[in-house]
């Protein structure tokens, strides 16, 4: 990717990183705390070892307070701003959240205090790095809106007698189905009560 083109990317998802979870951004605080990236680190570990409403909320605010801090310094910013848009994400659906989520705070953590703790490091390659994680963070949004499109279920019996789910077009084919069947089955006892008829109208003439 030219260099062109990683800092247009760059500047797209720092411009829209708060929409991708439907979560709004407030407004920024007034001081600007040095706080230590450690402390961060510690919450990060403690979500790998167990997701907790107060795990989470921590982060959140964690990354509040580290964000002003790297306020002129876009690459780290950019990366703070997707570990608190998953860390939201993921306190708000829970159980339901994308498999994927937690794995994107952990390496969005260590890219995270890979480039803030090498300031030596080339510039090109902390683009390349959050590059990386930008095209990650973006596959996950496709993920969770792709959980979150409906799909209308309706029960059907499999041969094994059991519940399956189909969607809901298909429900629909099914049904007609069903309908031809029972009307077959209908119209072939109406034949066959038409027929016992007449045997019985014959045998009461005899």
Request: charged share 30%; glycine share 2%.
């Given at each position: 990717?030219?260099?062109?083109?990683?800092?247009?990317?760059?500047n797209?998802?720092?411009?829209?990183?708060?929409?991708?979870?439907?979560?709004?951004?407030?407004?920024?605080?007034?001081?600007?705390?040095?706080?230590?990236?450690e402390?961060?680190?510690?919450?990060?570990?403690s979500?790998?070892?167990?997701?907790?409403?107060?795990c989470l909320?921590?982060?959140?605010?964690?990354?509040?307070a580290?964000?002003?801090?790297?306020?002129?310094?876009?690459?780290?910013?950019?990366?703070?701003?997707?570990?608190?848009?998953?860390?939201?994400?993921?306190r708000?659906?829970?159980?339901?959240?994308?498999?994927?989520?937690?794995?994107?705070?952990?390496?969005?953590?260590?890219?995270?205090?890979?480039?803030?703790?090498?300031?030596?490091?080339?510039?090109?390659?902390?683009?390349?790095?959050v590059?990386?994680?930008?095209?990650?963070?973006?596959k996950l949004?496709?993920?969770?809106?792709?959980q979150r499109?409906?799909?209308?279920?309706?029960?059907?019996?499999?041969?094994?007698?059991?519940?399956?789910?189909?969607?809901?077009?298909?429900?629909?084919?099914?049904?007609?189905?069903?309908?031809?069947?029972?009307?077959?089955?209908?119209?072939?006892?109406?034949?066959?009560?038409?027929?016992?008829?007449?045997?019985?109208?014959s045998?009461?003439?005899r």
């Amino acid at each position: 990717m030219e260099k062109s083109s990683r800092e247009h990317l760059v500047n797209d998802i720092e411009n829209r990183l708060d929409d991708f979870f439907d979560d709004s951004t407030p407004a920024p605080s007034a001081g600007k705390p040095i706080v230590s990236m450690e402390k961060l680190k510690s919450m990060v570990l403690s979500i790998d070892w167990e997701i907790t409403e107060t795990c989470l909320t921590d982060l959140i605010s964690e990354t509040d307070a580290l964000m002003p801090h790297f306020q002129n310094d876009r690459l780290p910013h950019t990366l703070l701003r997707m570990l608190r848009a998953v860390g939201r994400y993921i306190r708000q659906h829970k159980a339901q959240s994308h498999p994927d989520a937690i794995k994107r705070v952990m390496s969005v953590f260590a890219s995270l205090e890979k480039i803030a703790g090498a300031p030596e490091m080339a510039e090109d390659l902390k683009r390349s790095i959050v590059a990386k994680e930008i095209a990650a963070f973006k596959k996950l949004k496709q993920q969770v809106e792709a959980q979150r499109s409906p799909m209308t279920k309706a029960p059907e019996t499999n041969d094994k007698g059991t519940a399956d789910y189909v969607p809901h077009h298909k429900f629909k084919q099914v049904m007609n189905a069903v309908e031809e069947r029972m009307n077959s089955q209908v119209a072939d006892l109406k034949a066959q009560l038409a027929t016992l008829q007449k045997e019985l109208d014959s045998l009461r003439t005899r």
